[in-house]
């Protein structure tokens, strides 16, 4: 299941090409404006591109979001108001044309795997950040994706409970099998969750390798400012 994009989004200044093999988080890091929430809806397929995208052999290119076998968590998650939190998870096999009730057992699966069971009938409006987070990474992996998108998924969360779920994060990232690229601005998040690092600026790859190699050699005075932080932590 292997990703690999190859794309330009010409209106956003956008040039990036990456590769993502099963079970590795690629961490796209970045300032703001620098092209990674783009790159995400590039190939959740949201966004015109030029270039390729493929994911497990299969070309997305042309392919509407829903076809596409792509999880994708949203920073703000999200989630639908008026529905349920087990309506919420099982939109996606819905959407794809699963009954009813097969829908709703495979969302209940994943809630009790996430460890938010208990929260099936709440409303969105009735959850905490962390809950929210867990409800929104049931709700995209319940469709069966193939890979997995995430946009600054710790970023809406307090202060005080961001690393907690940090480390759930981690912990689960560590035990999927799904190509996963997760987008941040922090280094904290890519020290904890990433395996390789991509990093943008402009538009741009101005960097790559893993955490090691960013914090023994940055190449830019923006890695270099952000390792100089973190590891002063």
């Known amino acids: 299941m292997t990703l690999v994009a190859e794309i330009a989004v010409a209106e956003r200044g956008l040039e990036i090409d990456l590769t993502v093999t099963p079970g590795r988080t690629l961490a796209l890091l970045g300032p703001n404006g620098a092209g990674k929430s783009s790159t995400l809806q590039a190939i959740a397929g949201l966004v015109e591109y030029t270039g390729a995208v493929t994911l497990a052999g299969r070309t997305l290119d042309g392919l509407e979001p829903e076809h596409r076998r792509v999880g994708y968590l949203f920073q703000d998650y999200l989630l639908f108001p008026h529905l349920s939190v087990i309506e919420n998870v099982a939109f996606g096999p819905r959407a794809q044309g699963t009954p009813a009730a097969a829908a709703r057992a495979s969302a209940a699966e994943w809630l009790e795997r996430l460890g938010v069971a208990d929260l099936a009938t709440r409303r969105p409006a009735e959850l905490s950040g962390g809950q929210a987070q867990r409800v929104a990474l049931a709700r995209a992996l319940c469709a069966s994706p193939e890979a997995l998108l995430l946009d600054e998924p710790l970023a809406a969360l307090d202060v005080e ?5 940090r480390e759930e994060l981690a ?14 601005h922090s280094f904290d998040d890519v020290a904890a969750l990433a395996d390789d690092v991509v990093v943008l600026e402009r538009g741009r790859v101005t960097q790559r390798g893993t955490v090691r190699d960013l914090v023994r050699e940055p190449a830019t005075a923006y890695v270099a400012r952000l390792v100089s932080s973190w590891s002063d932590d």
Request: net charge positive; aromatic share 6%; no cysteine.
């Open 161 to 165: 409970v961001r690393a907690d779920v």
């Open 171 to 184: 912990r689960f990232l560590r035990s999927s099998d799904l190509p996963t690229v997760v987008v941040t």
